[in-house]
């Protein structure tokens, strides 16, 4: 009768109708995994099973929006309302806020975000009279976080002298201390980190049965998806939870675990068959997300790996296009080539801008992609990198509210203290810091009992924190009688920020302004849409933590049709027609800092099996020659991990000898634009040799081998520049030995005239020319 479980093939079927007990879901890409889940629950609930009973964890709050959705398409609205899904920090906050107390926070705790929590690091590494140089606030927060992640407290840290010596011996014996510092800071401002979320659930779970047993009862079903990048700390708590019941059911496959740098451990999913009794395993082979040459394609990368298990993947899909591999001399070059490909399959074959997406290793490498992308007026959205939310206008708006909700913040108050400036300065807030550790109480508390202590705080200085101090108390009281817009409307004129933003009048200070607006209309939103839900009211505290817990991927794209930018980290579970992968070079994917072991390299290589199975019609690899890293051009050499796709699947839209060609690109790249009607036109005849052959790759490879001293990575113009002459002999990587002649210009528009033995007279521009002198006598 229920036509949805049609909707399933028959290996799917069976893990969405297994009954109770547990049950583990391992398949490679595309399979259906994350629709088995869906499908699970909504048959779990047309079976009887109490919607409040069901808990299911996702990797990003759209994926849970989106299975919701579907769910509600199929059980119905009311009934899908009361689901808990999302991701495992936002569950878990929400949690906290019922039984934090226990714990001694407070229901309104803030969520710090990873900017507030290296802000407090470095004001505690300055507090403590600490060289920062040796402290990197960063390294910092960095090492806190994985302590948490592996559930080492404070006190384990402690009792555990190998920890303690590492940090001695690292030169940094005060490690220790600066994380007690951290906690204590964060506890007394009700706080909690992005780790906490788990860590605190983990204490709270352990400490007091009471609360652990109120949980089982209540989440007899408990579902993962993405269970191959669970970290120590989310593993404990989904054992805990499920151990009475034992109805947990994950899905995942251990061929795109991408997360252990940040302590996600495979070792999970194949240890999930030790972990609980009676477990039924299944598999399912049939990706119905790709074409037959992407997911062939994909397979024979993955084989490469030594660690995993045994899969098979097929499609009855069409075979669809080869993978094209494209280079490009430059970076900026291969953001015109990709701008320019969206371009003309859009006009071929009647695309949409949101059928695309480009994937890349790094957020930095956006930057030429963005540049080439708005050059032909092609709409995009990048996801991740710096999120709306986190820009300063938006984080000044924001302190205020979270200083309303819970004035112990310390990281919202020394933000907005003097923000828009009035009059308190460093020197106060650094003695109300001083007071309040001495005290063990939040700065708001001192400040509101400044009469009482003995500071050294002039009269003037006084009154304006406590001007401050009846400012947010009058917020606060606005806050018992209006929803979240209207008060945060009324903070953003009443603290003069609009004002302060439209003063500036700089088109920066009017963006802001307008971010501020934006900022209004998405609380607007949210306040409508939360009073439909069953356990919700709107409410600023609910709103503050939607905000610390929303990515850009959550975002609803709603119809604007956008090509998506993203790493390919924030790609995992999601599917597009058309899908460029950008940057596919050696250091940079693989990535330089992941190949010190196999292991790292196998990560890499899964990163990049996650990366192509994101195609539903056609992958498209690009690397460059050329590409511009802190600062320098350098020299780049094409990812090994091209060479070990299976040829057959192959399509190499630049192979290496087409020197002609290539150099044709690469003067069209230095004085201007290219143009591709040109360049088909002075494509040499067949059989007719260039006349400037482009070494091949392994030509290439030798010569650097030989001379390392001329071809390290950086080819910098800078020790070529100095002594570049008129007359100079110099060689060219492409064009071979030759003469300056003339050099003019400055700075990034200093141009060589050269007269190359064979290729002829050329001028280049010094910025891009890989030259290096090799007689200046
Ligand atoms: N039986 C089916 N019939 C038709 N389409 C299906 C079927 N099963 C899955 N699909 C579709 O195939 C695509 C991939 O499914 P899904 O995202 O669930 O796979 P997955 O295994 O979770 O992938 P990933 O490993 O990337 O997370 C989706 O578009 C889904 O709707
Ligand atoms: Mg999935």
Known sequence: MSTFLDELNDAQRAPVLHKDGPLMVIAGAGSGKTRVLTYRIAHLMNQGVDSFNILALTFTNKAAREM??????????????????????????????????????????????????????????????????????????????????????????????????????????????????????????????????????????????????????????????????????????????????????????????????????????????????????????????????????????????????????????????????????????????????????????????????????????????????????????????????????????????????????????????????????????????????????????????????????????KRKLGDFVTMIKSFQIMNEGSDAFTLAEHVSKKTGLLLEFKKDGTPEGIARMENIEELLNGIKDFVEGQKELADATGSLTEFLEDVALATDMDKEVGDDDRVALMTIHLAKGLEFPYVFVVGMEEDLFPSAMSMNTRSELEEERRLFYVALTRAEKQATLTYTQNRYRWGKLIDAEPSRFLEEIDEQYVENLTPVNDGYRYKSMLNADIFGEVDKSKLRQIKPKSGTPPSTHRPNENQLRKLRKLKPELSTSTTNNNVVDSNLAEGVLVNHTRFGRGKVLKIEGLGNDKKAEIQFEQGGMKKLLLRFAKLEVIDNT
């Not at 190998?162 to 510092?181: F, H, S, T, W």
């Not at 593993?235 to 947990?248: C, F, G, H, P, T």
């Not at 080439?372 to 990198?385: C, M």
Request: glycine share 4%.
């Open 68 to 461: 919701k959705k579907r769910i509600a398409s199929i059980v119905g609205d009311s009934e899908a309302k009361n689901l808990w899904m999302g991701t495992f920090h936002s569950v878990f906050a929400k949690l906290l806020r019922y039984d934090g107390d226990k714990l001694g926070f407070p229901s309104n705790f803030t969520i710090y975000d990873t900017q507030d929590s290296q802000r407090l690091i470095a004001a505690i590494i300055k507090e403590m009279g600490l060289d920062k140089d040796i402290y990197k606030y960063k390294q910092i927060q960095n090492r806190i976080s994985s302590y948490k992640n592996s559930l080492i407290t404070v006190k384990a840290y402690f009792q555990n002298p190998e920890l303690v010596e590492a940090d001695a011996m690292a030169k940094r014996p005060r490690m220790g201390e600066i994380y007690k510092n951290y906690v204590d800071r964060c506890f007394k401002a009700g706080a909690m980190d992005f780790d906490d979320l788990l860590l605190r659930t983990n204490e709270l779970l352990t400490r007091f049965p009471e609360v652990l047993m109120k949980y089982q009862d209540r989440f007899r079903y408990i579902l993962v998806d993405e269970y191959q990048d669970t970290n120590h700390s989310q593993y404990l708590i989904v054992k805990a939870l499920s151990d009475r019941y034992q109805n947990i059911c994950v899905v995942g496959d251990d061929a795109q675990s991408i997360y252990s740098f940040r302590g996600a451990n495979i070792s999970n999913i194949l240890n999930f068959q030790r972990d609980y009794d009676d477990v039924a395993v299944y598999r399912l082979e049939q990706n119905y997300r790709s074409t037959q040459n992407i997911v062939k394609a994909a397979n024979s990368i993955i084989a490469k790996n030594r660690d995993q298990l045994e899969k098979v993947v097929w499609t009855s899909n069409d075979e669809g296009h080869k993978i094209k591999i494209h280079r490009s001399p430059t970076d900026a070059e291969e953001g015109r080539y990709v701008a320019g490909s969206i371009f003309e399959m859009k006009m071929q074959e009647q695309l949409q801008n949101g059928d695309f997406a480009v994937l890349y290793r790094t957020n930095s490498q956006s930057r030429s992609i963005e540049d080439a992308l708005r050059k032909r007026d092609i709409p995009y959205r990048i996801y991740g990198g710096l999120s709306f939310y986190q820009r300063k206008e938006i984080k000044d708006v924001l302190a205020y509210l979270r200083l309303i909700v819970n004035p112990k913040d310390e990281e919202a108050l020394k933000r907005v203290i003097n923000f828009p400036a009035r009059g308190i300065g460093q020197t106060t807030i650094d003695r109300l810091v001083v007071a309040a550790n001495h005290y063990g109480r939040s700065i708001f508390e001192v400040m509101e009992h400044l009469d009482k202590l003995n500071l050294n705080i002039n009269a003037g200085t």
